[in-house]
């Protein structure tokens, strides 16, 4: 704490990314708690189209009308369901939507919006996710210019 008492780590947005798995579920109560505990703190709710993903959409784009439209549509049904409805009026929120390289459109959105902190959540229960920690998570956590909060996956007891 400063000697104005104002904490020089406050955070003002929160990048949490999601891919609609369980696990972001989990690491969206994070975020969500880390708005509430910041009140003037932006919460920002990622999701980003593998651009692999929207290559293979867009073959569909001549067979059906207003593809792009409905895929829209059904994500922000999705973070409307998901995530919208568990956020109180007092939280600022905006949704964005990204088509790309996942873990750079993460890094390069962070940067853009010089998010204070990425929350991000990590899939896998078994030992073998040691080796596959390395795709999306991994190089977000090695390349962030700001903090990342890796969220593990709830553990059955």
């Known amino acids: 704490m400063s000697e104005s008492g104002m904490d020089e780590c406050s955070i003002k947005k929160i990048l949490f990314c999601t891919d609609f ?39 569909y784009v001549y067979e059906m009308e207003d593809i792009d439209e409905k895929a829209k549509q059904d994500i922000d049904n999705r973070i409307r369901q998901s995530y919208l409805s568990q956020i109180p009026p007092e939280v600022m929120v905006q949704i964005e939507i990204k088509i790309g390289r996942d873990y750079q459109t993460i890094l390069d959105f962070a940067y853009e919006t010089k998010a204070d902190i990425i929350v991000i959540g990590r899939r896998g229960h078994s030992t073998w996710e ?18 990342v909060l890796v969220v593990p996956p709830l553990t059955q007891k």
């Open 21 to 59: 798995s369980e696990n972001a579920d989990v690491a969206f109560k994070h975020a969500l708690d880390m708005a509430l505990r910041h009140p003037s703190s932006l919460l920002i709710i990622l999701h980003v189209i593998p651009e692999p993903e929207a290559e293979f959409w867009k073959t």
């Open 130 to 147: 040691r080796p596959f920690f390395g795709s999306v998570v991994e190089r977000v956590v090695r390349r962030a210019e700001c903090p």
